[in-house]
């Protein structure tokens, strides 16, 4: 066996010898393997379990050498939807992955075996093409032996640690050292049974890894003790989670967030969302508590605006709205609960004309509120049905019976950013101290308008700086809004690997409360563009995870499906797509959604450049006097007229704006449009002006287009070795294929000047669907 392995490696080539799970392999085979290494000098990569590097007696078996010790980061929230899909062969509902990914803490064996043992006990149902949760726990006795195996070899007070752990959640790690001994702790963090992070607080908190392991403990049968444990440690832990007030300290560069973004990223999703979860579930049932206590609408509010951004509770909000003495309390406070009546009216199904009445009938009740309920009807007209005529006339009405109403503020900045009008939205909401009823609008207005009006780098320091303050304050409605206009913001300027980290950490909470669960409907069609874009064929993404009784038209970017669905479809004719996608853009724009149909036309233009959606655009442009495209759009003009000379001069003198990442994509796409319709003139032209462009100002982002398929400006014997160079190196590519390296190398470079990319690996990347590789 060492001589036929060995021989086999000594083959020409980069070769490696890899073993898989090295706990599972016995000693014979390891000396073999490690007797093949020794001659042939090939390095072997080894994985195995978490606890440790060698499993007991396997050490001693390998002989010493040189050695690198990796730790695999968990997997995020779209690897756990990919595998989840690829183990039960449909993808599974955002709930149930953004709950799996916080059982497993991202452990691929435990996504697979959680995914696995929950089907095969009726926990998860198959509808509609998804699987949903059909309760409220995951938990069976299948997993049983899988958390056993994790558990195996600990000590009787590790085991005992773990339990007292389970039953205090998660806890400052000075707090836990009352009730678990500061060594054993050690141990089990030693053990990677411990993940340990910092609160908003800067308090360094410690729970359980993975939490499945807390349902373990949980469980009845496991000790008869369990109950006089539970409460010593009740008793024990006394301090409970505050309600905190932290002043927030604004970033200071778009850099210095970005920063701080990446440093996050290397945090676990998983454990943030438990904790962020875990604190946010002792708040609501606290407020619970106090309104079933005392039914005032001082209490309902307090829940209800819980609500508004965290995973509802649609018996409880139906029982406080129905039970709640609303006689009594505060009007400001009663107005919210009437909004918040209208809100879930429309949530629920009952239609927008049972919540407009609703609104009425508190009008009627409340005439010095008049004026607010019936902006709170315009605004929901506006969002659900279309933009009222006459828009301007009532809004200067209402703001004549009440010129400081914060509610008027609010309702007139959203509506003046469907229409496209940033400036007037950022007076709405400056002219306002603000109204309690609406919690963190105003915020989400003032990002969204810093961006629609080109402050780019404004908006995302602005919108990154109120995530972590909502992050601190247990806001999930702030941490999801403020996310959107964060991940809209970065997508923009082509930071898509920070924009989809933000976002996953919103997946991975879960779906929110009934007001933003359509932005997170909009991040994950945004999440699942690139995969949409990338794929030859139409392909599942995390868009699929978003509610599919969506319209197709809406009044924010991304809150519809219909730009998705287009993108999805893959309509890689030109001349299509550029019909389709106008058609849309005018549906949008018949319905009053100038800043959707503005952005839309944005995007289309640059992914597939067409003449009537960019004239849709320029049109848009010009009405709203918007300048801050104006070089974009003078570039798209000369591609689409192919007007070369033109372009040349005018990517030339390119000052760099908030649209340099749409200018490359534009001339990607560009390209694309070309090799769609086998023009191998025009492709050659859009790339060597994507060459010039990218040489002047280099990115290491790629823009975003469609996958192109079968068609490469290169021959096929380019193509041949450009598929070889991905992983050969040139002397080998010659001598596999019985040429001189001279002749590779020319190949090389005519393959690299031809298709415009930068490096070997790029070539590969682009060669490699085309068809005489495949």
Known sequence: MVDTL????????????????????????LAVLDAVRLRTKRPMIVTMGESSLYPKGRRAVLSPGPEARVQLNPLRYEHVSELITDVLGAPADADTTARILTKS???????????????????????????HMT???????????????????????????????????????????????????????QHGLISVMEDPHNNICAAITPPVLADYFRGQRVRTSRRVLQDRITRTLS????????????ADSLMGVLAAVRLERSTDDAATARHFHERLSVLERRRYDRWDAEKSVSNAVALLGVYWGSPTDASRIERVLSETVSSEGDTCERLFL????????????????????ALRNFGKEHPEWSAEVESVELFLVATYDRMPQNLDDTLTRLHDRNPGSGVLACVRGMLELYRLNPSAALNAIDSSSGFKGFPRIGPF????????????????????????????????????????????????RGHFDEAEYLMGSVFAMGRPGFLVDSLHDAMLRLAGLRAAT????????????????????????????????????RPLIPAVFDRKAARLIRRQLERGYVLEATYSALFFTC?????????????????????????????AAAVVEQDHQLLGVLLENYEPDSDLYQVRMLLRGAFKRYAFVDDTVGAAEMERAYSIFATRFPSADEPMAFNSGSYSPLTVREIEIAALAGHRSNPEIAEHLGISIRTVENHISNALRKSGSPTRAALFDLVRDTSPFR
Request: include cysteine.
């Open 135 to 189: 309760g409220d726990t995951l938990w069976n006795e299948h997993l049983q032996g899988a958390v056993e195996s994790l558990l195996e070899g600990l000590e009787s007070d590790e085991l005992t640690g773990l339990q007292t752990m389970a039953i205090a959640g998660t806890a400052p790690i000075d707090v836990l050292q009352r009730v678990v001994h500061a060594d054993v702790l050690d141990r089990l963090e």
């Open 239 to 250: 301090v409970s989670p505050q309600e905190p007030n932290v002043d927030v300290t604004p």
């Open 607 to 635: 992914l597939l450049p067409g003449r009537k959606v960019l004239e849709i655009l320029r049109q848009a442009l010009k009405e709203h006097a918007c300048t801050s495209h104006d070089q974009l759009v003078a570039i």
């Open 105 to 131: 803490a991202g452990n691929p064996r435990l996504v697979a075996r959680i995914a696995e043992t929950a089907s095969l006990s009726d926990l998860l149902a198959l509808s509609n093409g998804q699987w």
């Open 6 to 29: 060995a021989g086999r490696l000594a083959r020409p080539g980069e070769r490696v010898l890899v073993v898989d799970d090295l706990e599972f392999v016995d000693t014979e085979t």
């Open 534 to 569: 990338s794929a030859i064929l139409p392909t599942a993404t995390l868009a699929t995870q978003a509610r599919r009784e969506a319209e197709d038209i809406g009044p924010l970017p991304g809150i519809a499906k219909g730009v998705y669905e287009l993108v999805a479809g």
């Open 338 to 357: 009437a909004v918040t009546k209208a809100l879930w009216a429309i949530h629920s199904g009952k239609g927008l004309e049972y919540a407009a009445d």
């Open 445 to 492: 207005i003032r990002g969204l308008a810093l961006f629609t009006s080109g402050r780019i780098e404004e908006a995302i320091v602005f919108a990154l700086d109120q995530r972590a303050e909502a992050r601190r304050n247990l806001d999930q409605f702030g941490m999801v809004s403020s996310t959107y206009v964060a991940a809209q913001a970065l997508v923009y």
